[in-house]
């Protein structure tokens, strides 16, 4: 069996240092925090750094930042939490899937839900602010004059992503920074106005059925994630350049994904004309490269995606290409001399 490297998919294995620390976590984060022993204790102290970090990382007080074991729970949170009947709720077409199945859920109940709408906002009303777009890397400009609550989709690349200065609640996933999966990271602004939406009989804002280890974990590798990132932006950048002149000059009839000085460097998303995409991902991953395709959100069913629909982009041959601190030029040219041989062949 060919081993298959996941350089190129949005999904990464597990950051090495969380790896490192990942038994460890267990051993010493096992306990319930509200009970008064020592190992709980020291859950609670270990669970407090972490939340500490987390919100030094983006920019909130401590005090707002939640743990979820469902990370697309936060949009329920988050959004739901923040309407009342007299609200709007403004989304865009390239919302994630969870942002439509509200929407749709609220307009079925007859309140009222704006997309890509121009109207001018009220205080009652509600943002969707998606940061950056999970299938092209295109950031989104802070909405920082619209009047009302504003909700930020940070789950697809939250090391890149800032809250604008009118943001009620927001959500981040750990897998975004190769931190584990079954975790989400929920900020709630002090002093908003927001209703649990949730059944509950108590004052807690969240479910607590999160792994306390997994939230140790994920603050250790969104550290060195966030740090290595940085360190790398002019390496990102060169690679970047060097696969898209490569699709535009050896492959050809290419449309990249794109708004020039304003796109997450580590995501590529192309359409290549004449080709099935859901084979060209079966033949690299016979030779050992595994690379996304179809809808961020529902990559598994390979459906046409929404997001490059209402783009007005190809929904077919489309091809997405994300690079991680781990990739290396050596992966980078295997991936592309298999690619344009592969496509050569189907277009032929």
């Known amino acids: 069996m060919v081993p298959i490297t ?28 509200s009970k008064i022993h020592e190992p709980s204790r020291e859950a609670g102290r270990l669970l407090q750094e972490a939340r500490e970090s987390f919100a030094a990382a983006f920019s909130v007080r401590t005090d707002e930042i939640y743990f979820l074991g469902e990370p697309s729970l936060g949009f329920h949170l988050g959004i739901n939490g923040l309407l009342t009947p007299q609200s709007r709720l403004f989304y865009s077409a390239t919302d994630r899937a969870p942002v439509h199945a509200i929407a749709d859920n609220r307009n079925n109940s007859g309140q009222r839900v704006l997309r890509n709408s121009q109207e001018i906002s009220t205080p009652n009303d509600v943002l969707v602010h998606q940061s950056v777009n999970p299938e092209t890397g295109i950031i989104k400009p802070l909405p920082n004059d619209f009047a009302g ?13 800032h809250l604008p200065t009118n943001w009620a609640s927001a959500v981040w996933q750990s897998r975004s920074w190769q931190g584990p999966s079954g975790l989400g990271i929920f900020a709630l602004r002090s002093q908003t106005q927001w209703r649990n939406p949730l059944p509950h009989n108590d004052s807690k804002k969240v479910p607590q059925a999160f792994s306390i280890p997994l939230a140790l974990a994920s603050a250790v590798a969104l550290e060195n994630f966030t740090k290595e990132t940085t360190q790398l932006q002019e390496q990102f950048e060169q690679f970047r350049k060097m696969v898209v002149d490569f699709l535009v000059r050896e492959i050809g009839n290419v449309i990249i994904a794109q708004e020039e ?18 084979r060209l991902v079966n033949e690299l991953s016979e030779r050992g490269v595994a690379i996304d395709t179809g809808s961020a959100c529902m990559s598994a069913n390979m459906a046409p995606s929404h997001v490059l629909a209402a783009m007005g982009l190809p929904t077919t041959g489309n091809i997405r290409l994300t690079l991680h601190p781990q ?11 298999n690619l344009k041989e592969l496509v050569i062949r189907q277009r032929s």
Do not use: M
Request: no cysteine.
């Open 6 to 33: 996941s350089r190129f998919t949005s999904e990464a294995p597990l950051h090495p240092k969380a790896s490192e620390l990942l038994s460890t976590v267990f051993e010493r984060g096992w306990a319930d925090p």
């Open 149 to 161: 609550n504003i909700f930020v989709d940070n789950t697809a690349f939250g090391v890149h992503s």
């Open 261 to 278: 000085g304003n796109t997450v460097a580590s995501l590529i998303s192309a359409s290549i004309s004449g080709i099935d995409s859901e």
């Open 327 to 337: 990739t290396t030029e050596d992966e980078i040219d295997y991936l592309l001399n």
